[in-house]
């Protein structure tokens, strides 16, 4: 870039920062908002907030710095109200996205480290967890909101506490009103908050680790939001035409209960029984590369397989607890069964409505993509892994600053994207 150019990226990267870090009761934070952005944006380097502060350009107040990030009492909930407000109107959400990602440790010092699964390392193993909330259309996202995952070794209350790490609670500042839950109920409160932000809330769109939990789905029910979500294969269903049966009764002992004459079976299940032919072709969106095979306009590989779409009545014991008379609430079924296999390979379950058009649906289903691309792009050059501080507070600092900078080079990117191009 030129002298000027560079000069125009900074004077609306003070502007934006300005807008966002108003919430700031302090002129120092704001300035050390913005050095902190400085070096997220600047280069390829490890992020910590001490090396930031040395680099060209900043004051070298290391100390200073540090302590913003870590140990400065500034909510992180009015940044993100502001930067979702702000980023609300740019990308027009399609729908908000939830969903988590590792932090990889090698010590159990920091907060809320435990033995655990991520898909970040794909396994079991030392980790921080992060769950997050993003507005998201075809064009771009942005993560507004997040929440640290408190595993069952670190809740005094739970029946799999570990002493030595509960007692580091304090040290690493987690408040003592935080306890385990599973990961789909910081979802739903991450959900009101941005609410009470008054954001417009579209449909959510999930994967299987929140999809699978009839809770989750009958909370994003209960505050009126429709759903597109992932669900495992094994998942059980009645078809849409099953009715629920009630025996003749005698007059003496227990009255019979209302069910189902037929064992629930698995989504799987229903969806061979409904065949392979059911399943139409759909283009979802043009990816970012040039294809060599089917491609749009613009040259780029379409993202292109076949879907099946069932009414189907999700099963068991929580749909039950959580339905209102004997029948099991009627949902769509969508699952993907590309032309060379012997049966399908994803699932998602939708309460959209049923005269959805299936390309919409399978639109809206694939929409998590983005976020995984938020997160690569935050990882590998905004320093959203890189924070080395161990408490709970300056976590959720760092992940903030981090969405800001990230939202940051969204807006850049679409300010500078040629008219005609298909969203990357």
Known sequence: MTPDEIAVVRGELEAFAAEVFEPFARNDQRRWGQVCLRGLLTDGQRKPAEPMAARPGEDGNRQALAH????????PAHIRAKLAWRMEGVIGPEALVFDDTGFLKDGTAS??????YTGTAGKVTHCQVGVSLHLASGHASAAVNWRLFLPQTRDPASAKADPGKVTRRAACGIPDDVGHMKKWQPALDMLDETRSWRIGVPPAIADAGYGDAAAFRHG????????????SSTLPAQPADAA??????SGTG???????????QSVKELLIAAGRKAARPVQWREGSRPGTG?????GRKRMYSRFVALRIRPAGHEVRQATDGPELP????????PAGESEPVQFWLSDLPSGMPLATLVRLAKLRWRIEHDYRETKQALGLSHFESRTWGGWHHHVTLV????AFRTLQRLARAPKDAAPA
Do not use: M
């Open 111 to 116: 907060a809320c480290v435990s033995r655990q």
């Open 68 to 75: 913003f990030v870590t140990h400065s009492p500034w909510d």
């Open 220 to 231: 994003l029910q209960a505050r009126g939001l429709n759903y597109v979500v992932g669900i």
């Open 403 to 406: 969405s800001v900078a990230h």
């Open 254 to 264: 227990r009255p019979p209960v209302t069910r189902y004459p037929g064992k629930p």
């Open 294 to 298: 089917r491609s749009g306009r613009s």
């Open 244 to 249: 629920p049966v009630t025996e003749p009764y």
């Open 330 to 337: 009627e949902c769509r079924l969508l699952a993907q069964w």
